[in-house]
Every structure is written in structure tokens, then in C-alpha cells.
């Protein structure tokens, strides 16, 4: 039997109960927050957001060996540790996970949420249920991330304040800002950025998040190609933070793209080199380094399967890698975490292995520490 890969994970989300916000907000503001409906035969969704609502088909399982050269877990439902913790937990050591960072999922239509007030109240419900049922159940296991408001950047500002106070160690992002909201590389955002670099807090923005986004193509490839759209969002991202001037101007602000991958960050840099340097009579502001310093000082990416997440490492010199399971979704690694491990890091060098796995999550959160089942660390 193979020795065991013990990882943290950069990624991975829990679904909130159907009444967390009928429990914790006024009914008419509750019953305007994002709440999802499954249709009887489980094939399609119904999302109602704040007065809208919008269906989307829902993924089939797939079957182990339904593809040639493929084995995925069946997974006929959702795991039972996508909604207690306790559960998770168990789940946690069955795969080989140790410290983990968990996004919110209803809290992800947020985006679409048009009423200042009601994103507000609502971000405060989801961040305190995340706080007591999931970061202080397992405090030295699992990092739970708190949504901002982003309607109002002042708003979003007094809700990094709190989030520290109530003992975050993450603010989470989408993508993109609410529609009618100026992207991240405006003046506006201001008081976000310095609240979160004052706190310390990490920043974390998950791809797919494109404002309830999810269909860009039709027709043949569809399917892959709007899986690989999802990506863009987290470099457009980076880019905005970088070119206008964030992360110059807060040395110690690190930001994690969760889910998006890790070749894409060298590249990414040295196209943003190149625009600085051959078109510099556009360029404002003026940074203090190149845009690429940034990313390799202050950027760090997570992915799940990429076969050339070790290379970006080794080949390209990008220390700010690391793994993540996307538990509990279907594009994630559950139930073939070892699996995968092994197939990424069998025969990769010992101190590699433990960067991508280990080390870089332990840069942003030290206090989940080492693995207490990884004996071979060194």
C-alpha cells in the first residue's frame, strides 16, 4: 500500500443550511437572500437572488470508467461533509487532508444581490454562521473565508474590521465586482484594500464567479470550453490588483486565486512585463517594480489536477503554488485525493512536494501547522 500524501488545501467549499438566513435576518430581507431550489429528478437548479431567479442544468455524475483512460469516484450525491463539519472532518483524514480553506456557496450569488442593505445584513449572517459552525468546530484544521459587500466599498471596509475582530484570517472575493460597481483597479476600492492590508487578513478571490456567469458558449465544446472560461476571471483579476497600483502600494497585502490553476501566474507576468515596458508612455501609475515582482512576491494560485503545477515550481521559479481539492464538487478530487497525490507527486523532489502541498498554505496560515500524519516531511 502506498504511504499516504498528507496536503492542505487551498480550496473547497461548504453548502450552507437552507435556513441561515430565515434564522439570523428579519423574514424581509431573509427571504430576498440567495436560495437555491432542485427540481424533483435533481437535473436542474433554480437560484432566486433579491427578486430574480435564473435555472441551471445540474451535473450529471459521472461513472468510474465511463471515459477511456479515466477513473472518477462516483458520486451520486453530495458528500456529507459538504454540510457538517463533523462529517467533513472524517472525510478530511480518509483523503489525506490536513488544514483546508473553505468559500461559502450561496454566499457566491451575492454578486447579484442589488440592495446595499441586504447585501450587507446578509454578509454579516453568512460570516457568522461560517464562524461557528465551521472555523471553531476545527480552528486548527479549517480556515473559513468571510464575503465582503460590495456595493459600498466603506461597507466592505467596516466588514474586514469585523471579520477580524470575530478571528477571520481570510476576506473572500468574486471575481468581478456587482454590475454598475467600477472594476478592482479603481480609486474606489480604496478603504477595502487598506482595511485588509492593515488586518492582515488574506485576501482570496475564487474563479467561476463572474457575476452568476456560467454560460458563454453553446454548440460543440460548449462543455469544456465555458469549464475553461471559468478560469480567466482570477487572471483578469490579478492583473487589476497589480497594473493599478494595490499591490505596490500594500507590500504586505498577499492575495490567493483559488481554483484557477498555476502555470497561468508566470505567464500572466511576463505579458504584464511587456505592456509596461514597450508601452510605458500609457502606462500609469508608475510601479515600484516590475508587474511580475508582484505576483512572484505577493500572488499565490491553488489547482487541483494541473500536471503542470509542479513545473511552474521547478522550471519557471514560482514558489506561491498549492494544491487544493475542491471538495465536495464534482471537478474536485474527492474520493481519488491519494490518487491524484501520488500521480502529481510521485518522483517529484522532496522539498517541491512539500512546497505545493504544504509549505506555501503555511506561508499565508501558519498557525494550521504540519501535518500530524506526514511522516516523511523531510
Do not use: C
Not at 459552525?133 to 480552528?139: C, D, G, L, R, S
Not at 454598475?180 to 483597479?185: C, E, K, L, V
Request: net charge negative; aromatic share 10%.
Amino acid at each position: 500500500m502506498e504511504r499516504k500524501i498528507w496536503a492542505n488545501s487551498g480550496d473547497s467549499h461548504f453548502l450552507e443550511p437552507a435556513d441561515i438566513f430565515s434564522e439570523r435576518l428579519p423574514r424581509d430581507l431573509a427571504e430576498r437572500m440567495p436560495r437555491s431550489e432542485k427540481s424533483a429528478d435533481g437535473t436542474k437548479e433554480t437560484v432566486y437572488i433579491d427578486g430574480d431567479s435564473f435555472e441551471r442544468p445540474l451535473p450529471r455524475p459521472i461513472k468510474d470508467g465511463e471515459f477511456k483512460g479515466q477513473t472518477i469516484e462516483t458520486l451520486s450525491a453530495r458528500p456529507p461533509g459538504a454540510t457538517n463539519t463533523y462529517e467533513r472532518l472524517k472525510d478530511l483524514d480518509q483523503e489525506g487532508v490536513w488544514g483546508e480553506i473553505t468559500f461559502p456557496s450561496l454566499g457566491m450569488w451575492a454578486n447579484m444581490i442589488k440592495d446595499p442593505v441586504l447585501v450587507r445584513e446578509g454578509s454579516k449572517a453568512v460570516n457568522d454562521w461560517a464562524m461557528e459552525e465551521i472555523q471553531n468546530v476545527a480552528p486548527d484544521r479549517l480556515i473559513a473565508t468571510a464575503m465582503l459587500p460590495l456595493l459600498d466599498a466603506k461597507d466592505a471596509a467596516a466588514e474586514v474590521y469585523r471579520a477580524k475582530e470575530r478571528g477571520f484570517y481570510a476576506v473572500y472575493l468574486p471575481t468581478v465586482p456587482p454590475q454598475g460597481m467600477p472594476t478592482y483597479n479603481d480609486p474606489v476600492w480604496e478603504p477595502m484594500w487598506a482595511a485588509i492590508a492593515e488586518t492582515g487578513l488574506i485576501l482570496t478571490i475564487h474563479i467561476g464567479t463572474d457575476a452568476g456567469v456560467t454560460v458563454h458558449y453553446r454548440g460543440p465544446g460548449g462543455a469544456v470550453m465555458n469549464y475553461v472560461e471559468t478560469t480567466y476571471g482570477g487572471q483578469r483579476a490579478t492583473t487589476q490588483l497589480i497594473a493599478g497600483g494595490v499591490l505596490d502600494r500594500y507590500e504586505s497585502l498577499k492575495v490567493l486565486i483559488a481554483e484557477g490553476g498555476a502555470a497561468w501566474a508566470p505567464f500572466i507576468g511576463d505579458r504584464m512585463n511587456e505592456g509596461y515596458r514597450q508601452h510605458g508612455m500609457f502606462v500609469r501609475p508608475k510601479l515600484s517594480l516590475l508587474p511580475k515582482e508582484y505576483i512572484y512576491r505577493q500572488v499565490y494560485v491553488s489547482f487541483q489536477h494541473d500536471e503542470t503545477a509542479v513545473d511552474a515550481v521547478t522550471s519557471m521559479g514560482y514558489q506561491n503554488v498549492m494544491w487544493g481539492s475542491d471538495y465536495p464538487h464534482l471537478e474536485g478530487t474527492y474520493g481519488h485525493t491519494q490518487k491524484t497525490l501520488h500521480e502529481l507527486f510521485d518522483g517529484v523532489d522532496q522539498k517541491v512536494r512539500h512546497r505545493v502541498t504544504i509549505g506555501s498554505f503555511l506561508d499565508l496560515f501558519p498557525h494550521i501547522g504540519e501535518p500530524p500524519g506526514n511522516l516523511d516531511l523531510n
